[in-house]
């Protein structure tokens, strides 16, 4: 499975083992993720803005189902090191760090747009060039709740 390769390949310094993986299907969020992308192509986006990239969000348990029912939400984020949005990483071990010991984490498609208007990149020194962080739900610097359709929760990965 896809999901899995992934999560094994990207692991560098820990090695968590999947349990299990649910795939995500949410044909209303599928359709906003895909107008989105349409969107960034329209705008004359290139490729490595507008095609997704897959990126792991750690959070608690209790926040899954809201996450892949309705995708994430900007009013629920409280403070972040690297400004406001939401989290994610290409690199699994920074998302289990923020998955509050619930050993469950979401693998989302993520849209990037440009690069420091559509999202913001954090990149820490990674032989891999994965970034340490990708942050979505601001515009040019200003909160943006039309930033989630660059989200698309893909799969739950559940693992020891």
């Known amino acids: 499975?896809?999901?899995?390769?992934?999560?094994?390949?990207?692991?560098?310094?820990?090695?968590?083992?999947?349990?299990s993986i649910d795939i995500v299907e949410n044909p209303n969020l599928e359709a906003r993720f895909r107008?989105?992308?349409?969107?960034?192509?329209?705008?004359g986006i290139p490729a490595d803005g507008s095609d997704p990239v897959l990126?792991?969000?750690?959070?608690?348990?209790?926040?899954?189902?809201?996450?892949?029912?309705?995708?994430?939400?900007?009013?629920?984020?409280?403070?972040?090191?690297?400004?406001?949005?939401?989290?994610?990483s290409e690199q699994p071990e920074v998302s289990t760090g923020?998955?509050?010991?619930?050993?469950?984490?979401?693998?989302?498609?993520?849209?990037?747009?440009?690069?420091g208007v559509n999202c913001k990149e954090v990149l820490k020194s990674d032989p891999d060039d994965r970034c340490w962080a990708i942050v979505v739900?601001?515009?040019n610097g200003k909160k943006d709740n039309s930033t989630m359709d660059q989200i698309l929760p893909?799969?739950?990965?559940?693992?020891k």
């Open 1 to 19: 499975m896809f999901a899995e390769s992934r999560f094994y390949r990207l692991q560098t310094k820990t090695k968590h083992r999947i349990v």
């Open 137 to 139: 739900g601001e515009t």
């Open 154 to 159: 893909a799969y739950v990965i559940h693992y």
């Open 55 to 88: 990126a792991f969000h750690g959070t608690q348990q209790q926040n899954i189902d809201p996450i892949i029912r309705n995708n994430f939400d900007l009013a629920k984020f409280k403070v972040g090191v690297h400004g406001f949005g939401i989290y994610f």
């Open 98 to 115: 923020y998955a509050s010991n619930c050993k469950s984490m979401i693998l989302c498609k993520v849209l990037k747009g440009r690069v």
């Open 35 to 43: 107008q989105k992308r349409e969107e960034f192509k329209r705008q």
